[in-house]
């Protein structure tokens, strides 16, 4: 819902402001909106399920809801083991890749030695494929798990912060180099702080490529202990409601970081005009 916001001008003359606001729905409306399509799909998955389909195959929200009580003593622990190791991925990955990125951005004579090489070589390289060669080469356990996220968070962060930095506005530099300012200082008081905005993104992004990551490497047995190899023992046992429970605990993390990054980046980036509400941004729903 829209309205014109009336303001009063001159001698008591009225006028039509051209920002259009929007009529703010409120966190139970908005909770309410947002609930009625996961219902409906809930719905229709438990009416084929239930009339249609084969339950021993495709199982209805209620097996899967019951299956939950033959491994709810094991979720704790494992989903512990797959969270550390993500963590840990994440944490390596994105610093070195954000570093990198920031260095290639600042020093041509660095990146012009290194770039193609990440481009050309290493990027293209399919990481799913690597899983079997990281599990030779480093064993089963964490080191696999850790090594594949923290190549692929690496990957994606040298190139998203790289694409960021070229994309800054020429007007914050050249505003900055009439000031006088130095290279470096334009670099780390300007160029560093103008794109933090826009790797928001890409961090939810990387949030949800390393849970994938991770729960791919313990499928083909990487781990012993984390939420795949549960999912991979509920394959053995021909036990599709469990397989299904455990995605759905991958998803509820993924989610659950996805948020937090969403809520963390708008308290960080408030000044950022990428997080001001005006028309265009609330037209579009950020």
Sequence with gaps: ??????????????????????????????????????????????????????????PGPDRVLASLVEIIDLL???????????????????????????????????????????????????????IPFFILWFGVGYAPQVSLVALAMYLLWTLVTLEAIRNVPHIYIQAALTSGASRFHIYRTVVVPAIIPHLVGSLRLAAASAWGLDA????????????????????????????MMIVFVFCTMAIIFDQTVRFIAAKVTRWSPRTDRGLVGSMLGN
């Design 1 to 58: 819902m829209w309205r014109p916001r009336v303001l009063r001008s001159g001698a008591g003359r009225k006028g039509v402001q051209l920002q259009i606001q929007p009529v703010d729905a409120g966190p139970a409306r908005r909770l309410a909106e947002a609930s009625v399509v996961p219902v409906i799909l809930l719905a229709v998955w438990y009416a084929l399920t239930r009339n249609f389909l084969d339950p021993g195959i495709y």
């Design 76 to 130: 704790p622990s494992a989903t512990w083991v797959s969270l550390r190791m993500v963590l840990l991925g994440m944490a390596v990955g994105s610093v070195t890749g954000l570093a990198t990125g920031i260095i290639f951005g600042y020093s041509a004579f660095i990146r012009r030695f290194f770039e193609a090489t990440l481009d050309n070589l290493v990027r293209p390289v399919p990481l799913f494929a690597l």
């Design 216 to 243: 791919a490497v313990e499928l083909i047995g990487g781990s012993r202990t984390g939420l795949g190899f549960i999912l991979l023992v509920r394959n053995q046992y021909l036990d599709p409601a469990g397989m």
